[in-house]
């Protein structure tokens, strides 16, 4: 079922998300050869804790931190570690606060100190396929012309778009419906309609697009080893296009 939100609720959710985009930003700092996704969880947490809100991931279907921190070849729902991270990685640290019982998804991914012109190129176009999926986030369109943008994009570029996650909407629940594949053909899916929250998610790899989850059941990794990157927004649908929730302005 399509839950639709009332404009008093999608203002309680972007303030979730004015917390999760000012937390990236001061994650955006700390990202350096040396610290570890397990100091970057703790800070997370502790910064929505003193904002008033509180990690909806942690304890979710027994996942146990606050952010999932996926270095270079994970996809996603990596575990964060006491593994410094190195000159020439890249991580995404993906989380969603909870305030006051409404709730905001965002992830991003980060370049550590110089990465290679593959990684930046990786970084780059996933962050664009990201926006151009939000262009097509209209009234009267329909999900799958989010999908169908970010594939044609992400694939004019050479990179491969994972199909085993999607995006979702989103409310005082993490995962509602519809779900927001990142790929597929345009005029499919869901219509779009005013008062949907949804997240949109594109998770790009430099090879094939195939992923496997390691034996902790959570995180997900490139089959071949190669890199991946993830970029998430949470955006209302209105009558005047979409609200991104979790912009770090």
């Known amino acids: 079922m399509i839950i639709i939100k009332t404009p ?13 985009a000012d937390c990236h930003k001061e994650i955006a700092k ?16 502790n910064y929505m804790l003193k904002r008033g809100a509180t990690p909806e ?10 952010t999932c921190a996926s270095v270079n070849d994970v996809i996603c729902h990596g575990f964060p570690t006491k593994t410094p991270l190195k000159n020439g990685d890249i991580v995404t640290i993906d989380m969603v606060v909870n305030l006051d019982g409404w709730l905001a998804d965002s ?16 970084l780059e176009i996933t962050e664009k396929a990201l926006y151009k999926g ?23 570029e050479g990179l491969s778009v994972v199909r085993d996650f999607v995006g979702h909407a989103i409310g005082s629940n993490m995962h509602e419906e519809p779900q927001i594949p990142h790929f597929g053909p345009p005029n499919t899916g869901k219509r779009l309609k005013e008062g949907m929250v949804i997240t949109i998610e594109p998770m790009l790899n430099l090879g094939m697009y195939h992923a496997k989850v390691d034996m902790d059941g959570w995180t997900a990794r490139t089959v071949d080893e190669s890199l991946s990157a993830q970029y998430e927004h949470t955006l209302a649908i209105t009558a005047n296009g979409p609200e991104i929730l979790t912009m770090q302005k």
Do not use: C
């Not at 008093?8 to 999760?20: D, R, W």
């Not at 700390?30 to 997370?44: N, S």
């Not at 009234?139 to 970010?150: E, K, L, M």
């Open 8 to 20: 008093e609720q999608i203002h309680k959710m972007k303030k979730a998300g004015e917390i999760l």
């Open 30 to 45: 700390l990202i350096k050869p040396g610290i570890t996704t397990a100091e970057i969880d703790a800070f997370a947490e």
């Open 57 to 66: 991931q942690k304890g979710y279907h027994g996942y146990p931190f606050a």
């Open 107 to 122: 992830a991003w991914s980060y370049a550590v100190g110089t990465v290679s012109d593959e990684a930046k190129k990786l």
């Open 134 to 156: 939000i262009e097509q986030a209209v009234v009267g369109n329909r999900v799958g012309d989010i999908s169908h943008a970010i594939q044609t994009f992400a694939e004019q």
